[in-house]
Antibody, heavy 120, light 112 residues
Framework: QVQLVESGGGVVQPGRSLRLSCAAS????????MHWVRQAPGKGLEWVAS????????HYADPVKGRFTISRDNSKNTLYLQMNSLRPEDSALYSC?????????????WGLGSLVTVSS | DIVMTQTPLSSPVTLGQPASISCRSS???????????LSWLQQRPGQTPRLLIY???NRFSGVPDRFSGSGAGTDFTLNISRVEAEDVGVYYC?????????FGGGTKVEIK
């Protein structure tokens, strides 16, 4: 079955960096677009970034543009999110989600998430 | 950006009774490829979101047939024909027609 397992979260000071990973299994990772979505405690869902199945196209939400980079290694079935210049408002549970298609058609499977806390 | 507006914010429902959630987008969700990428997600308390409905009305694998979606253009509805205890949670509509991908604010379904 489809499994997505995030790792790499933690507590970090403002201005520092963190890299999240999402290990995928149970499907052909290289055939699907992937996304990062975050959810602050008690809040709704916020899309962060997307990458096409072959890594050729990336899209970012305005609040993270220029600071976050999404990437993937199809040989390792792994999705990444490099987060630089972190701010307190970036604190959230970060989940990776699979798309239904190679480009973008909407999320289907989600990981449990990795918690990121930005605090001095 | 496409703004997704859900109503109501909260929906107290009696077990076995129907529930309906509305989602309105600030612009048409019809993609240039002719598809409408409007989905509904369920997030049970303490759990990760789960896809219920995609492309307006298609039930995802394993989703009970008491869940149904309808609508077109900018107005969409999720219906639960007979609410069960396991349906408690927050429901989100989301669009993938255009970047940035956006979500509705969520509707909390709870049992009266």
């Amino acid at each position: 079955q489809v499994q997505l397992v995030e790792s790499g979260g933690g507590v970090v000071q403002p201005g520092r960096s963190l890299r999240l990973s999402c290990a995928a299994s149970g499907f052909t990772f290289s055939s699907y677009a992937m996304h990062w979505v975050r959810q602050a405690p008690g809040k709704g869902l916020e899309w962060v970034a997307s990458i096409y199945y072959d890594g050729t196209n990336e899209h970012y939400a305005d609040p993270v543009k220029g600071r976050f980079t999404i990437s993937r290694d199809n040989s390792k079935n792994t999705l990444y999110l490099q987060m630089n210049s972190l701010r307190p408002e970036d604190s959230a549970l970060y989940s990776c989600a699979r798309d239904r298609a190679r480009a973008v058609a909407g999320f289907d499977y989600w990981g449990l998430g990795s918690l990121v806390t930005v605090s001095s | 950006d496409i703004v997704m507006t859900q109503t109501p914010l909260s929906s107290p429902v009696t077990l076995g009774q129907p529930a309906s959630i509305s989602c309105r987008s600030s612009q048409s969700l019809v993609h240039r490829d002719g598809n409408t990428y409007l989905s509904w997600l369920q997030q049970r308390p303490g759990q990760t979101p789960r896809l219920l409905i995609y492309k307006i009305s298609n039930r995802f694998s394993g989703v009970p047939d008491r869940f149904s979606g309808s609508g077109a253009g900018t107005d969409f509805t999720l219906n639960i024909s007979r609410v069960e205890a396991e349906d408690v949670g927050v429901y989100y509509c989301t669009q993938a027609t255009e970047y940035p991908l956006t979500f509705g604010g969520g509707t909390k379904v709870e049992i009266k």
